[in-house]
């Protein structure tokens, strides 16, 4: 069974991020809303981002952490230390590389990944683009540091200081917006990200782990830790292509439009961190050590999960749709953000939100199959499935408008998901996969019922216009819809409500 006192433990960090992501975006929304400067802002760090992806800095901490923790038990803590030394500074080395290359060549990168804005927008993107551009080495330092502190056993050290640089984030733009405008945004990220990497250092400094500047130790060679990487790199390089040109065809639309769905993405990322990563993060741990042991739970465990995201997934898409608007309303609605602007977001984050439910299976089952040694055959379907987005993107791109870049995402979740789903059913001689029956059905039924009593409240608050007042409208879409939702799961005899109480009150406890 899932662990909820442990789910509770991660959802804690978890839910204080969320709050927090909600107010930065209240921040944002009332000193920018969906004008031009914002866009060039989101513009520059999802560039940021994806040409992080690119070095794959994550994945390389993985590989290289069984590695430090064999030398820790077949030679000695000095050596380890070493090894992990290498490790860093060649990525340090990387990270150097790639922020230089990205400082140089920010016009060519910026105008490919934002070709559809105007000239004045691509200058101010270029320029913040290169203010920003040297944190990539920040980032990647991070990810390493991060990586060390929890093989150290120092859990929710580095959780809490990102906290601390969203809230430094927060405070610079309340202070410094009215004066440089958006260049307030780039400072408190500038500051909080520096925050996160110096707290970083000084908690890894009170762990056995000690720093060397040296680039190699007899008996390791840093190459050993790159042919891991194999097909995964040409996975995210066959992503990167394809998030780089989808990015590109949503700046080509209206002015206001790219700043709508970054606003969407910003509120679905913070969902998605607070609901299904906690499970998932689990889930992984028990997996793994169900697995290695030969426990016979194994189909148990997937389909108990699976389950479980499902709940999930249909209470937020049906409470999404029941309170979205109204809450939005609440949070953003100023003279820079108005009404038709929460609507627009309202509908992009609506339909984003179908993806919750197939995100959490593709996190399951990648697991799964990683776990089952199948990662080449799965990283060879996942780079298909991009390249067909990618090839879709190309025919759709003389009549692209949201709605259809959405349409493009979704079909891409979904196929996404399905890729580990059946490698693990076609190869494995383990029987995990979820059954489709009765208890799939109720889940189905289930997520169908709360589907409509979403749009029964959304017409009733939205489209019929009832309540005016944004907070009355809110308060009347929760209360009903939570005593719809929780009838509902009693007569379909839903276990899953009681097992989400309980996690409920695990995060509340430690508040």
């Not at 004008?35 to 560039?47: D, K, M, Q, R």
């Not at 993985?62 to 992990?84: F, G, K, T, W």
């Not at 502190?149 to 410094?176: D, H, Y």
């Not at 196929?415 to 189905?444: Q, W």
Request: aromatic share 14%.
């Amino acid at each position: 069974m899932l662990n909820t006192k442990s789910i509770g433990a991660v959802g804690v960090i978890n839910a204080l991020s969320t709050v927090l992501g909600l107010l930065y975006s209240v921040v944002l929304a009332r000193y920018f809303g969906v004008g031009t400067s914002i866009e060039v802002y989101f513009a520059s760090t999802t560039l940021l981002f994806m040409i992080n992806s690119l070095t794959q800095s994550g994945l390389l901490a993985e590989i290289a952490l069984p590695i430090y923790h064999q030398y820790q038990s077949n030679e000695s803590q000095d050596s380890a230390n070493r090894v992990m030394s290498v490790v860093v500074n060649w990525l340090g080395i990387l990270a150097i590389v790639f922020s230089l290359g990205s400082f140089l060549g920010a016009p060519w990168l910026f105008y490919w990944s934002a070709s559809g804005f105007d000239a004045e927008r691509l200058e101010q993107g270029v320029k913040i683009f290169r203010i920003i551009s040297p944190l990539l080495f920040v980032e990647i330092m991070k990810s390493q540091i991060s990586s060390m502190v929890n093989a150290e056993k120092r859990f929710g050290k580095i959780e809490w200081v990102n906290i601390l640089n969203q809230v430094t984030s927060m405070v610079f733009i309340v202070l410094l917006a009215a004066q440089f405008e958006v260049y307030s945004v780039v400072a408190g990220l500038w500051v909080g990200e520096l925050i996160a990497l110096g707290y970083g250092i000084y908690v890894l400094s009170k762990t056995k782990f000690r720093y060397h500047f040296i680039l190699k130790h007899p008996g390791f060679e840093v190459t050993s830790v790159l042919k891991k990487m194999g097909f995964t790199f040409i996975y995210v390089l066959v992503t990167q292509v394809y998030l780089f040109y989808l990015n590109s065809l949503i700046t080509s639309l209206p002015k206001g439009t790219y700043a709508v769905y970054r606003y969407a993405m910003l509120i679905f990322s913070k969902i998605q961190g607070l609901l299904i990563r906690p499970v998932s993060t689990i889930f992984f741990s028990q997996f793994s050590s169900a697995f290695h042991v030969g426990s016979n739970r194994l189909k148990a465990l997937v389909e108990e999960t699976a389950s479980l995201s499902f709940v999930i997934s249909a209470f937020a898409f049906g409470g999404l749709m029941a309170a979205g608007h109204p809450l939005l309303r609440i949070l953003w609605e100023g003279e820079k953000f108005t009404g038709g602007a929460i609507t627009e977001v309202y509908k992009t984050l609506t339909i984003i939100s179908i993806c919750l439910f197939f995100n959490a299976l593709a996190i399951i089952f990648r697991k799964i199959s990683m776990t089952l040694g199948k990662v080449k055959e799965m990283y060879l379907g996942f780079i298909a499935v991009q390249i067909l987005s990618f090839v879709a993107l190309l025919f759709l791109k003389n009549i692209i408008s949201l709605e259809l870049v959405l349409a493009v995402l979704l079909l891409n979740t979904i196929v996404l998901a399905i890729v580990p789903i059946l490698l693990v059913k076609l190869t494995s001689g383990i029987d995990v996969a979820i059954n489709l029956g009765e208890k799939t059905g109720r889940n189905v039924v289930y997520f169908l019922l709360l589907s409509g009593f979403g749009a029964m409240l959304e017409w009733t608050t939205l489209h019929l216009g009832i309540f005016q007042n944004a907070f009355v409208a809110f308060g009347f879409s929760v209360a009903v819809f939570m005593l719809l939702s929780v009838l509902a799961a009693f007569l379909l005899g839903l276990n899953e409500l009681r097992f989400l109480k309980s996690i409920q009150a695990r995060i509340a406890s430690r508040f």
